[in-house]
T-cell receptor, first 115, second 114 residues
């Protein structure tokens, strides 16, 4: 299994440009997440999804959109890039387990710079 | 949101045990305590989790206080490869959907000295 894969690894955007960060998992997990990590900080949840067709906002959703048309894919869309969105973006996935414990598996991250 | 408090940084000598503390005074009765770590330039990875009893796995041990308001991650023999940021996390229930999400704090940066 490849686990959680993210593309691209690096990207530089100009202010106002848009892009989609791709995330895919091959573990048949129902739950998927998008986090951002600013320098020296912990991870902040942007959006999450509990299954195909179902998404919900996390702590910092403004400026982002997501969709979940399949179990495997969970793309993150930036419509109008701003310097405040310069960050490392991590995608993660997990199963639903009885009892509430669900280990998250993380991708390698996408480093985004907005100039 | 359920909150955790951890020291910003700790140091340890190689081959010695390391005890990483975490306070979670607002924990609810059904919250699991999770630990993840993030190696440099990588995504976080799972370390261990527990509810009430102490837990051991191949990576670490988790000691949970009797009142569950604090816990300690124990690395029995730190190696240079254990240098990472360690996150103590509680699950946060989303009341509207009955689902769960995890809130990461800033973690403890562990430095291992050769």
């Amino acid at each position: 299994n490849a686990g959680v894969t993210q593309t691209p690894k690096f990207r530089i955007l100009k202010i106002g440009q848009s892009m989609t960060l791709q995330c895919a998992q091959d573990m048949n997990h129902n739950y998927m997440y998008w986090y951002r990590q600013d320098p020296g900080m912990g991870l902040k949840l942007i959006y999450y999804s509990v299954g195909a067709g179902i998404t919900d906002k996390g702590e910092v959703p403004n400026g982002y959109n997501v969709s979940r048309s399949t179990t495997e894919d969970f793309p993150l869309r930036l419509e109008l890039a701003a310097p405040s969105q310069t960050s490392v973006y991590f995608c993660a996935s997990s199963e639903i387990r009885v009892g509430g414990y669900n280990e998250q598996f993380f991708g390698p991250g996408t480093r985004l710079t907005v100039l | 949101d359920a909150k955790t408090t951890q020291p910003n940084s700790m140091e340890s000598n190689e081959e010695e045990p390391v005890h990483l503390p975490c306070n979670h005074s607002t924990i609810s009765g059904t919250d699991y305590i999770h630990w993840y770590r993030q190696l440099p330039s990588q995504g976080p990875e799972y370390v261990i989790h527990g509810l009430t009893s102490n837990v051991n796995n191949r990576m670490a041990s988790l000691a949970i206080a009797e009142d569950r308001k604090s816990s300690t991650l124990i690395l029995h023999r730190a190696t240079l490869r254990d240098a990472a940021v360690y996150y103590c996390i509680l699950r946060d229930e989303v009341a509207t959907s009955g689902t769960y999400k995890y809130i990461f704090g800033t973690g403890t940066r562990l430095k291992v000295l050769a």
